[in-house]
């Protein structure tokens, strides 16, 4: 029997196992050679997908850093805020205590003495106005006005 007696004896089915066979060959083939179709560009636009996506995921964990190292910032100087006003706070009360007890609290100031700080506590509302705030209401112990601290701000 000759080659060409054997392809006369096969069958419709036959020849449409042998053409998936063959094709079957082809493919395998060309993908063992790094060839691929892709003919409606599935790949590619997987590919680009995948790149945006991994795009987007830098971006948001660059600005999810930022707001942490933002919000470490922000609590340190809260902190150091409230330290500096728990500071002040300190000073002041010893300051005052130290100046009501003391054994000229009581003892009227010399009126030039009193126009001298004015005068001083005018140029430095002047130099710093925001250090300035508005006089306190009311009058100072022992029944004189108070000192004004100057302009307000």
Known sequence: MRLSDGFRALT????????????????????????SWDPFGLGERRLEAAEARAATAESDA????????????????????????VSVAVATNSAETEARNAHDASVPLDPARVARLREHDRRLCDLAPSACG????????????????????
């Open 12 to 35: 419709p089915v036959g020849w449409g196992l042998a053409m998936v066979l063959a094709v079957a060959a082809a493919l395998a083939l060309g993908r063992g050679l790094g060839l």
């Open 62 to 85: 660059a600005a999810r850093r930022l707001e942490a190292e933002g919000a470490v910032r922000q609590a340190r100087r809260i902190d150091r805020h409230h330290q500096h006003a």
């Open 134 to 153: 508005p006089a306190p209401d009311g009058s100072a112990p022992g029944g004189d006005s108070p000192v004004p601290a100057g302009p307000a701000a």
